[in-house]
């Protein structure tokens, strides 16, 4: 994904190729099968660019890579076929939504956990000091302020 | 001479700096308030000295003095004039130069317009500014120096990367600068308070306004990225989830929390320590940011192994800053007095579950954007983390965040009446479910989900009108009345609907777009026409042009629907000799808020075309939402409960009377 890479005007020293995904010749006749392949394509990475997917991506990688996945899909395979098959060449790199297993687990949990475990603190928090406590009063002020106060005031005063 | 020059005012600067980090500090210390009032001259001096050096090399690269190594780099003579400017901060060193100039800028304009904060106040401020600007001018003396000279200077420069020429990118990078610096602001207000050890609602009302500039910025500066890389980049994506906007869009979301706070800590003298922690954990952000962006650390972990310095030198500066920062919160924080007792369902309350959706989301996106780092580094692990996961994970937040905007503001303080509100809102929620029954009869094709999210958008705007409707008393009231209510209104609660009207308006924006974007991707040669939403869109021919620094291929388009021309567009790929590559210029036609979107591949040798024509419903709203939620922004910025204590206008006026 170089994109906005450039926005913050970054990697100027890469080639930026005109962006054209998908090409004409590559689509497959069979609009369902189509969509098919359009929707695992946004789901995998092209592997030479930057968190790119292949639906994305001109490079010649991606190409081959949304060539195999309509060949997967024209041979019969299903959608979980066609992101093993891929996954067993290149890696868990490949997919752009990394699967649930041991190591991605803090990752998908984390948000759900953070969510329910801050959410209850928080309520618990709350209630306890509302139910609790009396209003802390505010501090009292510095001299400084308190001068500043007077003058503030007297400002008011003349100006009536 | 003039490179030399803008290197020599960057070093003063960094002495400017180094004094202003120390000398107020003994200056609070002793109560002695000349010192304390050095940090105002060396404020006011620094911004002198770096706006010189910026200068310099602004007119380094307009001269095309290709001596200098980073003009040689990114200029070249044919350049136009526009884009030699803008190329300035299209490099690493030069918009690095852009990054402490405007932190000098904000640091200039507390030392100018801080007149009503307390000396000691202002001192601490400034100081700790001044420690983050020490930093990152060293950073750009020792490894990022822009004014670097070419031993034997070459006669034509390299130019700047092709994509960068334009006008989207000659705004962005500032307008985001200006908002992920602006943040430094809140964090030197929340580190001089944790060392001052007093923190109170008036400090939150010195906070908010340099809170709210910095997040107007970055607002628009995150939605201009995104329009330019909707138009540049040649296939109509507008967000990408790559680390580099997470980068910009993590500051936002606790930039967010942040106001969101503040205004309950200024109102209600609560959440005072959440306001601090959030202060230090939004300009955290931006540093990471930084860090990301300028490492090299996302392109991949061994280009960073390989050339670690500049790297390193920041990770330094984060961890320094970041630490410093969180250690000082954690052995302060607890001395900070809690006031403000509140119900769970208040206004309080719901400003508390703004807080932890936008705090829960922002983990979602850090994480999502450094695990793969982290996976790498130490297990060896290569995974990605892309656009399918945060749709997964991001989204439903911002679900339960979008429902829930519509009570925050009609909610009582200290204690709310939800039954109450939710009756309140009754009319809105009819509307948002109307919406959704429309959209549903009328859709053809897409998710069962996107007519729920148009209505959920839908709501969210007739909620903004309900809370603005209720305040002036539209409907049960005369209408003079009304127009007089609605003038008295604070300009706060008028920011209040119209920020948030504009999410449900992106909303609406987003699903449309995602939902229904129509494409067709074909061959052309002259005369074809392709059909696609109800247009007919012909290839009338191919022209080739000479531009300043690039020749450029012209296709033009006969776009008709029903026989009537509509328009001719004119989408065209450029390529640039200098660096050997080509742009995409897409072609752009309006049509109320959607847009028929192409442009052009690469053409074979019979003449035809490679084509790819979109038809964009409803996009324009994307970017719509985040204007009217900076124009809130800007109008609760110009509130009076903002603008009271500040420069006194009738003092001002005194002044300007001649002598009676």
Redesign the interface.
Known sequence: MRRMMAAFALLTLLAWPAAHAVQPDEIMSDPAKEARARELSRELRCMVCQNQSIDDSDAPLARDLRLLVRERIGAGDSNSQVLDFLVARYGEFVLLKPRFERQTLVLWLLGPLLLIGGGLTLWLQIRRRAQSGADVPAPPLTPDEQARLAALMSDEAKSR | MIAESGHYALVLALGLALIQSIVPLIGARLRDAALMNVARSTALAQLLFVGASFVALVMLHVNSDFSVANVY??SHSMKPLLYKITGV????E??MLLWVSILALFGGLVAAFGNNL??SLRAHVLAVQAWVASAFYLFILVTSNPFLRIANPPIEGRD?????QDIG?AV??PM?YLGYVGFSISFSFAIAALMEG?I??AWARWVRPWTLVAWIFLTLGIAM?SY??YYE???G?WW??????N?SLMPWLSGTALLHSALVMEKR?ALKVWTILLSILTFSLSLLGTFL?RSGV??SVHAFATDPTRGVFILLILCLFIGGSLSLFAGRATSL????????ISRE?AL?LNN??L???C??VL??TL?PLA?EML?D?????????YN???AP?FVLLLLAVPFGPMLAWKRGDLLGVTQRLLAAGVTGLVAVAIVWGWARGGSALAPLAIGLGVFVIAGAVTDIVERTGLVRLPFATVLHRARGLPRSAWGTAFAHAGLGVALIGIVCETTWNSEH???MKQNDVAQIAGFDVKLDGLLQRQGPNFREMIAQFNVSRDGETLSVMTPS?RSFTT??????EAALLTRGASQLYI????ANAEGAI?V?IYYKPMVLMIWWGPVLMAFGGVLSLSDRRLRVGAPKP?RAKQRLQPAE
Do not use: C
């Not at chain 2, 700047?160 to 960068?164: A, E, G, I, W, Y």
């Not at chain 2, 990408?240 to 906007?245: A, G, L, M, N, Q």
């Open positions: 780099e990114n901060w299209g490099n690493h030069g918009s307390p000396l700047l990367n092709p994509v960068l990118l962005h990078p985001l007093r109170d609602a990225g330019w890389a980049l040649g296939w994506g990408f989830w790559d680390p580099v906007e980068a003298n962006v996302i392109t007095k809690q006031g403000g007792l509140f119900a769970p309350g508390v932890l959706l705090t829960v989301a983990a979602v994480f999502g695990y996976m297990a692990f290569k995974m990605s983390v892309g656009a399918p996961f997964l994970t991001f937040l991707i074909a061959t790929k660096r050997g590559s080509s742009t995409t442009s052009l591949g690469d490679a790819r009738a």
